[in-house]
């Protein structure tokens, strides 16, 4: 019998402060070896968004007295509003997110900042990736998380919303169910499912934004992006 | 500096073929020891909605060879329709789940049948863990677990239908963020991210329909279920 396939996830905790500019990879290089821990080839390393945006200075100004100051980033960073209720907003980004506040964050950065989505969270993990290769001589999976609700269940979940060097759906059609039957549709978005399971080991008080999840198959790894396989266009949307 | 919180996850191989008034927490023992493995306290072992349905009985006869009756099991099985699309229904089910075709399902099933969901798969899990404590000696925490899409994201993603001996959502709200500042709202679904993780080590072909996680803190044990704390009713709903 083959082994059973086995997943280990750790945080990595001791992250420094993050600053505009920081060289996210040496820091999470560092912050492992710190631990006792390392990295290795085929490793999936989680980041949240707080700390790349950080880094990337993804960050807006505002009037921290002023509910409207955080209302107007907002609005500003909202393509489409799908929903009003209250405070909330549930709207669509540029990327194509459909998430609260459009991705507007106050929690955990400096009074008078809110933290935007990074610009484009497929290339910020392909960054951390290449800096991972350079810094600790690894072959990595990244994916950059962030915290969403959800339509019809109560509860937040983290999801990916970039990924580099891994499948962000694993795609399972075709292939033979246990009677020899072609399953329907079982298209996986492993990125998402990745992004959780770091959660459970981040929390959310923490202070630890990275997390490491070890032993994931080597066909997990290929060229892969959020943007091309898990954001669903408007005209493909049952919801829109 | 405290140890990085730090989890197991791994499938349960070597599971018989599972068929009606099936002892699941027997069998799930057994296959456990099996392997090699063995069950402890604070484990939280996560089952697939498909071999608690077949164990509880929970299937429709269907003419094979007639689409239509595949059709006819997901209009009784929904309470409510919310779009349609070709041969795609996505509905509401009478426990309050929104998902494709109610959760009625052909695939890994005998022809001639569709597998529906558990009647109550918070009880399913109950019963689970109860039979666990009895066979093994362990106070675990189970998640039934179910295949689910979503609106705006590509790909599916194992979600948790029932639970028991955990919280489903871990409740944040009032803690304080790193800077001192209280979080909004940090309600954390974390059965469903659970779930995902476990769907990680059991591929969709592959003949394992349990998982166990390992290593999750004290203080996510307690009652709790998927329908006091996941079902988000249609009142309080923006998206029905």
């Known amino acids: 019998m083959a082994s059973p396939p ?16 920081a060289d996210l990879a040496g820091l999470i290089a560092d912050a492992v070896v710190a631990q006792g821990d ?8 989680v980041v949240t968004q707080k700390i790349v945006s950080k880094a990337e200075g993804a960050m807006a ?3 921290a007295d002023d509910p409207r100051g955080h209302r107007g980033v907002v609005e500003a960073e909202s393509m489409r509003v799908l929903r009003r209720r209250g405070d909330l907003v549930i709207s669509e980004t540029r990327h194509g997110f459909v998430c609260a506040n459009a991705g507007v964050d106050l929690s ?7 933290a935007l989505l990074p610009e484009d969270s497929d290339r910020s993990a392909r960054r951390i990736r290449d800096g991972l290769r350079a810094r600790a001589g690894v072959e990595v999976g990244v994916v950059v998380s962030d915290t969403f609700g959800r339509p019809w269940r ?13 499948a962000a759906v694993l795609d399972l059609r075709g292939t033979d169910d246990d009677r020899g039957r072609e399953l329907h549709v079982t298209e996986v978005a492993i990125v998402d499912e990745l992004a959780g399971a770091a959660e459970l080991v981040m929390g959310k008080a923490d202070g630890i934004p990275v997390a490491v999840v070890r ?11 959020v943007r091309d396989e898990i954001v669903r266009s408007p005209a493909e949307d049952l919801f829109r």
Chains 1, 2 share one sequence.
């Not at 955990?108 to 809110?114: H, I, L, S, T």
């Not at 109560?154 to 891994?166: E, H, K, N, P, Q």
């Not at 032993?215 to 992006?225: E, I, K, L, T, V």
């Open 108 to 114: 955990n950065v400096d009074a008078g900042w809110a």
């Open 6 to 21: 086995r997943l280990e996830v750790w945080g990595v905790t001791g992250m420094p402060e993050v600053g505009r500019a």
């Open 154 to 166: 109560r509860g937040l979940t983290d999801v990916a919303i970039g990924s580099a060097g891994l």
């Open 215 to 225: 032993g994931a198959p080597a066909g997990w790894f290929r060229p892969g992006s």
């Open 38 to 45: 390392e990295l290795r080839d085929r490793d999936v390393v």
């Open 61 to 63: 100004a505002i009037d």
